[in-house]
């Protein structure tokens, strides 16, 4: 009895054991038909759903692109008419400021300088009604003087001093100057206006004569207002260029130096420099006359600062003696 129990008892076992294994694989069978119907239609509709919000997505991108484009074009435009207008702005203050220094020089001129403008405007007359009966209707004078000046030029140069120191405390008294000196020479066939570093003040007439009108005398007044290239305050650069592209044997040329300082190591090499260049003919004349206004900037600082200003008084006043010409040393720089 034991061993058929025994035996009963094993086969019971190994029955339970296959019901469970039975059941296992049926639920793993289960579970894979379940799966193999759900898992496509959920993926599909997700595959769905992210191309919509793809699409989606790329027309909002492509709007907003667009829109970007529109405010880039909007901006442009608007930074290109603040442009203008800042350009316009610019022109206005400067042409504001001209007017200004031009009163200025103008009420100054009425009320110090009325008696010297008159003398001046007699002494340009150089041939009048009796001396044309007199001495015949080609006569000229040969000492054609005012204030000491050669004013026989058809032709004149202007080199100006553009540094700190002219342009901040003497640029307003250089600018009347330079309205007397053009007042002297009522017509001449041409002007030209650089800085001592042989700069053009209006690049379109490099190498050329600015012709000589009313209109073009008040134009050059008043870009000085504002006219302020780089200058080492020497004016050999100038010099050397003004006559090497302007000198004409057919033509009375005259330079104006209007400076202050003299900051160059050599004042004997700029008189050399200016000998080599400048030329004088079968006559003893000089290819062209040298004239220069000292402007007493440096003067107003203390005696141990003065030296640059000292040696322009210095080689002005020898160059424009070996050159034909005359040195004026202001008393005041305002």
């Known amino acids: 009895m034991s061993i058929r129990r025994q035996r009963r008892s094993n086969e019971e076992s190994s029955m339970a054991f296959l019901d469970v294994v039975c059941c296992g694989f049926g639920a793993i069978v289960l579970l894979l038909m379940i799966t193999k119907n ?65 009163y200025a020089q103008l009420s100054t001129q009425a009320a110090d300088t009325s008696d010297e403008r008159g003398q001046l405007e007699v002494a ?26 050669p004013v026989d ?14 342009f901040n405390y003497a640029w307003g008294r250089m600018i009347t100057e330079m309205v007397n000196i053009l007042d002297i020479y009522p017509n001449v066939k041409g002007i030209q206006v650089m800085n001592d570093m042989g700069d053009y003040m209006f ?17 050059i007044i008043q870009r000085l207002a504002t006219w302020n290239p780089f200058s080492n305050s020497s004016p050999v650069e100038g010099i050397e260029k003004a006559i ?28 050399n420099a200016v000998e080599r260049i400048n030329r004088k003919n079968r006559e003893g004349e000089s290819l062209v006359r040298i004239h220069a206004v000292g402007f007493p900037v440096q003067f107003s600082r203390p005696i141990n600062m003065q030296t640059t200003g000292i040696r322009y ?17 202001l008393n005041d720089h305002r």
């Open 244 to 271: 090497s592209t302007y000198y004409d044997p057919d033509k009375k040329i005259s330079l104006y130096v209007m400076g202050d300082e003299f900051t160059g190591r050599s004042i004997r090499d700029v008189i």
């Open 203 to 219: 690049t379109n007439y490099r190498g050329k004569w600015i012709p000589d009108t009313p209109g073009r005398r008040d134009v």
């Open 38 to 102: 759900v898992e496509p239609t959920a993926l599909e509709q997700s595959e769905v759903k992210l191309d919509g919000m793809i699409a989606n997505l790329q027309q909002q991108l492509f709007s907003l692109r667009g829109e970007t484009q529109v405010f880039n074009r909007e901006a442009t435009a608007k930074h290109e008419q603040l442009d203008e207008v800042e350009k316009r702005i610019a022109i206005l203050r400067s042409e504001m400021r001209a007017a200004e220094l031009r």
């Open 153 to 166: 030029s058809e032709y004149i140069i202007f080199i100006i001093d553009t540094s700190g120191s002219m």
């Open 313 to 329: 008084a210095t080689l002005m006043r020898e160059l424009t003696k070996r050159n034909g010409g005359t040195f004026v040393g």
């Open 124 to 149: 340009l007359q150089s041939l009048t009604a009796e001396m044309q009966r007199l001495l015949g209707e080609n006569y000229q004078s040969k000492n054609n003087l005012i204030g000491g000046i």
